[in-house]
Structure formats: structure tokens, C-alpha cells
């Protein structure tokens, strides 16, 4: 049965109308909304956007247009920043492991903030981006986050001090302490044991004479993906602000990356049932985009999304697929779900977070077209 449409209904299927599907959402309003929202709950905390969770173009401009900073990860990432309209100095090289082009290009453009964790990498940067300011990052737990960050990067933060020393005498300027406690971290716990091992690190380099102007303080911040579930980020934002007011006097600079926080509420995927079936007594609908398009998060990013019918009526147990010809393209199985028809929309809020950013165009199923709306 069909049902009468909400507001938001009626205007995701007039944008279907206009530019086709799947179809890919950004709301100007919402971005800005998430960026006030990150200053007013952490004043002290200078947001740098952080490019790979979306680097869609019209992001990026809203973003810079309101005066964001970000953090990048690649030549490819510098360059849409700065063709954005950011300026150099508002961009931090926060990826620690760098190809050293990517170390002189971003040199070359007037970046002059990066982030590293091994001595090799000190290596590479103080010869091709001499007299840069640096960042350690630091190996901090990241229980319960629901994407783990610290597998792969960072440094025992007994040996951060050492590796600062070792940056100065290369003749970099040793700048600060990163760390990330893990995407979609809801454990403020993991935020507050962070903090405070970079504050001893921070007042042991005083004592030694590095004095360090950052504390990065990475991304994580949790946004909500389902309804009904509590918003997570107040909590942990509440007890940000107090340790770091505890911890840092205001000679030193608190910066974070968030990616997922500001633009996860931002987007819409809206896709279309192509095709249907009745496999094992069940409802199978095909629709036209998937795990390898911009519901590669299921995948990557361990995403769980809620997906919204524009129908009502009896419910049946049914499962959601993508349309290219692989078996792991199953996007959901189990969904209660009313029947639906051929041309049906189906359609997921919350999305903006590494979704597009990590599809693929496998069998030359095109992807999803981004739009900016108001
Ligand atoms: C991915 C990443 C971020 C963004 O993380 P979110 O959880 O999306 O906020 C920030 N900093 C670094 C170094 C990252 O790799």
C-alpha cells in the first residue's frame, strides 16, 4: 500500500524525478549545522575537516566557505581542498605514512603541518619538506569503536618525546601530539585516557625544553545512524571540554579531525527498486546501488544503516540486494518490509560518512549521482 508521503518523501522523490537514481543527497544546511554544532559543544577545539570521510567537491566549498580547516591524506586531497578555496596554512597532512612526492608536493603548495609516527618518516619529511612543523601520533586504546585506528598507526607514547627531540635536531619544528581513539567512538573513556597520556607528554617536553603549541585531538566524534537511538555526541563532547580544560593552559592549541561528525547527517542515498523475486519463500528486491557503490560502508566501514520504504501495510520478512552480479552485494537480509513494486524508492539518512567516498564502479554499474541541496 502506498502511503502518504512525509516532507522529506516528497522531496527526495522530486529529486529522483529530476536527476534519476541512485542518487546521493548533500544538504548545505545540515553540514553547516553539524560544523556550529562541533564549535558550540568544543570552543576550544578548531575543527579540521577531514577529507576522506567525503571529498565530494560541493563539501568541501560549503565547508571552506564557512571558514573550516582540513585535515588531507593525499595529493589528490590537497588539491580539492585548495581548489575549495582553503588556504594552505588551514590544512594538516595528518596521514603519517606519506610517498615522499606527496611529502614535497604538499610542500611545494605552501603546507607546512604534517603528522608522522616513525623516524623513517622524520627522515623523509626533513628532506623534502625542510623546516616543516610536525606532529607525533600516538598509540591510544580504542575500545568499543566501531572502526579501529590503531592497528596500524601510531607510537608508543613513551618513545614520542625521543622521536620530537630527533625531528628538531633534522631541523623540522617539533609542533604537537595526535591521536585518533577510533571512528564512531561512543566510549568517552577512550577520549579521556588519550588526553591524558598526551598531557604528560606534553609537560614532559616542556621540562625538556621542546615546548609543543598542538594538541590533535583526531576524529571519532559518534553520530547517530538509526532512529530512536540516543544521539552519542553531547556525552562525549561534554567530557571532552572538561579534560582539556583540566589538562591544557591556553598556551597550548587544541585542534581535532572530525570526518564522520560532520558529514554523516549531511547526506541521502535514495535508490529504486529494479527487480524482484521470490527465493526460498522470501521477498527479494533488487535495487540500483549497492555494496560496491555508495553502500560500501556495509563492507568498509562495518556501517549499520536504517532503510526507509515509501509504503506501509503488512510487513514480511525480505531482503534488500545490490545490482551487480556478485553474491556479496546482499545489502540486507531479514528487513521487515511491506511489498513493494517496481520503481519503489527505498532510501537511507545518515550516509554522508565513508559511503561514496569508498565506491566502486565494478561492473560498470555507474555510481551514484551527488547532488548539494539546500
Ligand atoms: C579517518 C581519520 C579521521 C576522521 O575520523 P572520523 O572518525 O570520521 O571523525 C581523522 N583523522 C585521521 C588521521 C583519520 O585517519
Redesign the pocket.
Known amino acids: 500500500m502506498a502511503k502518504a508521503m512525509n516532507k522529506t518523501e516528497r522531496r527526495l522523490r522530486e529529486l529522483v524525478r529530476r536527476h534519476g537514481s541512485p542518487l546521493f543527497a548533500i544538504s548545505r544546511t545540515s553540514l553547516r549545522a553539524q560544523y556550529e554544532r562541533f564549535r558550540k559543544a568544543l570552543p576550544r577545539v578548531e575543527p579540521y575537516y577531514?577529507v576522506?570521510?567525503n571529498a565530494n567537491p560541493g563539501v568541501l566549498k560549503t565547508l571552506a566557505a564557512g571558514g573550516a580547516s582540513f585535515?588531507v591524506?593525499s595529493i589528490a586531497e590537497i588539491d580539492a581542498v585548495l581548489a575549495a578555496g582553503a588556504a594552505p596554512a588551514k590544512i594538516i597532512f595528518?596521514?603519517?605514512i606519506k610517498p615522499a612526492k606527496a611529502i614535497a608536493a604538499a610542500a611545494g603548495r605552501g603546507i607546512d603541518l604534517l603528522?608522522f609516527d616513525s623516524e623513517y618518516e622524520l627522515d623523509k619529511i626533513a628532506e623534502r619538506a625542510p623546516g616543516a612543523r610536525v606532529i607525533v601520533?600516538i598509540k591510544v586504546p580504542n575500545v568499543g569503536s566501531i572502526?579501529e585506528?590503531s592497528l596500524k598507526?601510531g607510537v608508543d607514547p613513551a618513545d614520542a618525546i625521543g622521536l620530537l627531540i630527533k625531528a628538531h635536531k633534522l631541523g623540522l619544528r617539533p609542533a604537537g601530539v595526535?591521536f585518533?581513539v577510533?571512528?564512531?567512538?561512543t566510549r568517552p573513556e577512550n577520549y579521556i585516557d588519550a588526553l591524558e597520556m598526551t598531557s604528560i607528554i606534553v609537560r614532559d617536553a616542556r621540562l625538556k625544553q621542546v615546548p609543543l603549541e598542538i594538541v590533535d585531538i583526531?576524529?571519532?566524534?559518534p553520530i547517530r545512524h538509526l532512529d530512536g537511538e540516543e544521539d552519542p555526541f553531547d556525552a562525549c563532547a561534554s567530557v571532552i571540554a572538561r579534560e582539556v580544560d583540566r589538562l591544557f593552559d591556553s598556551s597550548v592549541r587544541l585542534i581535532a579531525?572530525?570526518?564522520?561528525?560532520i558529514v554523516g547527517p549531511a547526506c541521502t542515498l535514495v535508490m529504486r527498486v529494479i527487480g524482484k523475486a521470490i527465493r526460498e519463500n522470501k521477498h527479494w528486491y533488487y535495487l540500483d546501488d549497492g555494496v560496491y557503490g555508495a553502500l560500501s560502508g556495509l563492507v568498509f566501514d562495518h556501517a549499520k544503516y536504517q532503510f526507509k520504504v515509501t509504503r506501509n501495510g503488512h510487513t514480511q520478512l525480505s531482503t534488500l540486494a545490490g545490482p551487480t552480479c556478485d553474491s556479496l552485494d546482499i545489502i540486507a537480509r531479514g528487513e521487515e518490509l511491506p511489498e513493494m513494486e517496481l520503481g519503489d524508492m527505498v532510501y537511507v539518512q545518515n550516509i554522508g560518512?565513508?559511503s561514496l567516498a569508498s565506491a566502486t564502479a565494478f561492473n560498470g554499474i555507474p555510481f551514484a549521482k551527488a547532488v548539494m541541496v539546500p
Open positions: 577531514a576522506k570521510a585535515d591524506a595528518a596521514n603519517t603528522t601520533r572502526v585506528l598507526f595526535s585518533h577510533g571512528s564512531q567512538c583526531g576524529g571519532g566524534f579531525e572530525p570526518g564522520r561528525f560518512a565513508y
